[in-house]
């Protein structure tokens, strides 16, 4: 059965800090790898999507990166902004062809 | 990215009754459709899947009775929490995927319904 982890759970860094929140997963048969930003009490905005024969995503700051054989994903931000503040949840497609999340991080930028 | 929206944002019912959430994919065809469940600092847990035209597939432990899923059109799909009890009381998203061509696409999600049953 597919497990999915995130680490740190929770994170609090000051502006303009790069940071990396990883995400690592238990089976390497998967078909792709999401990344997602919620805000407090809202729904999923996706940021980045990988592909599984793909190694790495961009998207302006963000940029994330896939390693099958490892079972791990990380999602690079730089040049932290307060505006980035929010839980940052990866999910993994796995062989059902389902999305398996993780409990998410939660992410502080203090101005 | 595309859009899904879900209604409404919030309702609170009382217990017993029955509460019918939308979501709807406004600018794409959504073959599949997911119904996710969220707790308070948790993460979303899946409880049904459904295909346009067919019916939905529950994840083990969820009551297929109790929550009832409608998938009818290519742009809407419906959950109704029926006999609505204060443990029911969750916050719950939709997404909704296009898996014409393949199941390698990106899932849209709606901005999600709390639900407070008192």
């Known amino acids: 059965k597919q497990e999915v982890t995130q680490i740190p759970a929770a994170l609090s860094v000051p502006e303009g800090e790069n940071l990396v929140l990883n995400c690592s997963f238990t089976?390497?048969?998967?078909?792709?790898l999401q990344w997602f930003r919620q805000d407090p009490g809202k729904g999923l905005t996706s940021l980045l999507l990988?592909?599984?024969?793909?190694r790495e995503q961009t998207s302006g700051r963000l940029n994330a990166s896939l390693d099958k054989s490892s079972g791990r994903s990380t999602l690079y931000i730089a040049a932290s902004q307060p505006g980035d503040s929010a839980t940052y949840l990866c999910?993994?497609?796995?062989?059902?062809?389902?999305?398996?999340f993780g409990s998410g991080t939660r992410l502080l930028v203090r101005p | 990215g595309a859009v899904v929206s879900q209604h409404p944002s919030r309702v609170i019912c009382k217990s017993g009754t029955s509460v019918k959430i939308e979501c709807r994919s406004l600018?794409?065809?959504?073959?599949?459709m997911f119904w996710y469940r969220q707790f308070p600092k948790k993460s979303l847990m899946l409880m049904a899947t459904?295909?346009?035209?067919?019916?939905?597939?529950?994840e083990q432990g969820v009551e297929k009775d109790k929550f009832l899923i409608n998938h009818a059109s290519l742009t809407l799909s419906t959950l109704t929490v029926t006999s609505a009890h204060p443990e029911d009381s969750s916050f719950y998203i939709c997404?909704?995927?296009?898996?014409?061509?393949?199941?390698?696409?990106?899932?849209?999600f709606g901005q999600g319904t709390r639900l407070t049953v008192v």
């Open positions: 997404s909704a995927e296009n898996r014409d061509r393949g199941v390698n696409t990106e899932a849209f």
């Open positions: 089976d390497s048969a998967i078909y792709n």
């Open positions: 990988i592909q599984s024969s793909q």
């Open positions: 999910a993994v497609g796995d062989s059902s062809y389902k999305l398996i």
């Open positions: 600018d794409f065809q959504a073959t599949t």
């Open positions: 459904s295909n346009e035209g067919s019916k939905a597939t529950y």
